[in-house]
């Protein structure tokens, strides 16, 4: 049985629970590496993963004995199977934020379980602590976003369209070793850079656009997270004091971050200087990164949390002029036990192309 | 407002319910073309969207006065304005598998809802009869699919990888007018075609190989879906008698479709030939496609659903020999009035590149 399994085990016998469905995709993927639709149970005896037909082989070709898991075809399972998983199981945990009201109300029917509890992320509460191999995906992520920031300076040209350089971005990122985005590319110019999560648009770069470029990547799964705002041909005086401010936040952010750093503080210090800035807060500052690119922990300005070691997390202040223009500037970091590191490592300076 | 709100309105007056709280995305889009993150809720005198900071600016762009669709930012939102959305609806509607546990309780405890009643897909049965914009862009999206199949044929050569094939495939969909994949690319090849999800791997294509390619991709928010197994250098003879009974069940399927064909008794009539000639049902026939790939109806042996014309399916029959290889045909189809016509027309004999 692999470390992450027992972790679990541990963690149910505290909560008083003999059992558990897993139903994220996500936490099925971190606690057995399975990439397949399914769900994953943990009772008294047994880990099994029931799959069907079209999953079977690609499961049983990633496991191996040692991982412990009993790989089950759904359509080989009888409704005596169902009742029999979680038999001698007093109370059995479930993900109240991956189970569909329909799917709960099912569950509890056919695997007949008398107390169901909802488990409050403890799989994604575990998540937040990255090991080495998972350090080692997102660094190899951020490394090609950061290329891929390289490689667009000498692309971007005026006369494209926003969708021509999100296609290229995604061109460059399958090309260069990544699995997949990690996220819908965002490429914002002019005044769409205003819009925090524009979509890409067939509206032509011009000279003097500023341009939101918000991408990142997967490698073995795990993400990465970078936007920077470029300039095309000149750097519009109006933007200058906008773009200096947003920059001076996010590296005063990086300088506080560290083991033991209240997120709940650094989103209230940062929102009142954006306030008193006179602009608006439009988003939160940042987030975790790992197999997804949102993930715990969230910053907020109510989320009493501490940081601990080797959290990757976001730091992305705004600023968006509505109808006029915006600037964001992120980063993915690595929070250490006395500082944090940016994985990702673009210039932050006008970049004027 | 518009007519697919109006259709929803009278579909709630006859289950006697006064609102509903819509949360699955795709329903959002197919009623309010509204492509953002969000809740719509439809009460008794009006439609509301209730998104965040991130999206209001891009929502605002998208929607005319002519939608009668109120937009709403949920921080402007007291917990009295909750309350009182559903004040005078004895019955609320909710999707149950558009809804998670969490937010189930959530809701019916913020809108202090009485009755929260499961909603039984009614928008997504709803979807299944396609109107002719939807019909164009579903054909637009079968046309860049045969013309990447075309494309294909000269691509791909001995020594390359399934993944390359398959980056090469969404590069050919991005740069000819497609906004996204329908889903993850299916390139498998020789030993993985027997896999009937394969995923791509950096295994090389040799000759002799079978290639299973299931591919589609997005316009306007539609999908395509085909699939064809093609051959590199020549076709192995074991493989030939597999693959004229698929493509012989494929186009039997097609000439039994029409308005009023019972998806019930193809389903069991294929899968039964499936096993008379000694193979096993690995998975089943068919299923919609529109704004989903994988939508209404689902082919099963015990779906009793008469289709209806402008239904949108596939028919993809598969047999799978475990470790040896895999056949699989896949066209989408338009159901007619007294016919069903491909809406994919890629070549279906033996192709051999």
């Known amino acids: 049985m692999n470390e992450k399994i027992k972790w679990l085990r541990n963690k149910l016998l505290g909560l008083n629970m003999q059992g558990i469905i897993i139903t ?42 040692e991982d412990g898991i009993v790989v089950v075809n759904s359509k080989d399972l009888s409704l005596e199977d ?3 998983f979680f038999i001698f199981c007093e109370n059995v945990g479930f993900e109240e934020n991956h189970l569909t009201y329909a799917k709960y109300k099912e569950y509890m029917h056919k695997f007949k379980i008398n107390n169901f509890e909802e488990t409050e992320g403890i799989i994604e509460k575990q998540r937040m602590i990255k090991e080495p191999y998972e350090l080692e995906a997102i660094k190899r992520a951020c490394k090609i976003t950061d290329d891929c920031f390289d490689y667009l300076k000498g692309f971007i040209k005026v006369g494209m369209t926003e969708k021509e350089v999100a296609n290229e971005i995604e061109r460059f990122f399958l090309a260069n070793g990544a699995e997949d985005l990690a996220f819908d590319t965002i490429v914002a110019s002019g005044k769409n850079s205003s819009m925090p999560h524009a979509v890409p ?13 918000d991408m990142g990547c997967k490698v073995d799964g795990y993400c990465s997270d970078m936007t920077r705002t470029i300039f095309m041909g000149f750097v519009p005086p109006q933007i200058k004091p906008v773009y200096d401010f947003v920059l001076k936040t996010q590296m005063q952010v990086i300088e506080m971050l560290k083991e033991g750093t209240n997120i709940k503080n650094i989103s209230k210090m940062v929102d009142s200087s954006i306030k008193l800035n006179g602009f608006e807060v439009m988003h939160s500052l940042g987030h975790g990164v790992g197999l997804e690119v949102h993930e715990y922990p969230f910053f907020g300005n109510t989320v009493d949390f501490l ?26 970091l690595l929070i250490n036990k006395y500082s944090a590191t940016s994985l990702t490592k673009s210039d932050k300076n006008y970049v004027v192309i």
Chains 1, 2 share one sequence.
Do not use: C, M, W
């Open 307 to 332: 940081l601990k070691e080797n959290n990757v997390i976001t730091d992305e202040p705004g600023v968006y002029i509505p109808n006029k223009f915006g600037v964001r500037i992120e980063d993915t």
């Open 82 to 84: 169902y009742e029999n």
């Open 201 to 213: 648009t067939d509206k032509q770069i011009e000279a003097g656009d500023p341009i939101t470029i």
């Open 24 to 65: 994220n995709p996500v936490n099925i993927r971190y606690l057995t590496n399975i990439d397949a639709e399914g769900i994953f149970l943990v009772n008294r005896k047994e880990n099994i993963f029931i799959t069907d037909s079209r999953y079977i082989e690609h499961v049983n070709s990633t496991l191996t004995i």
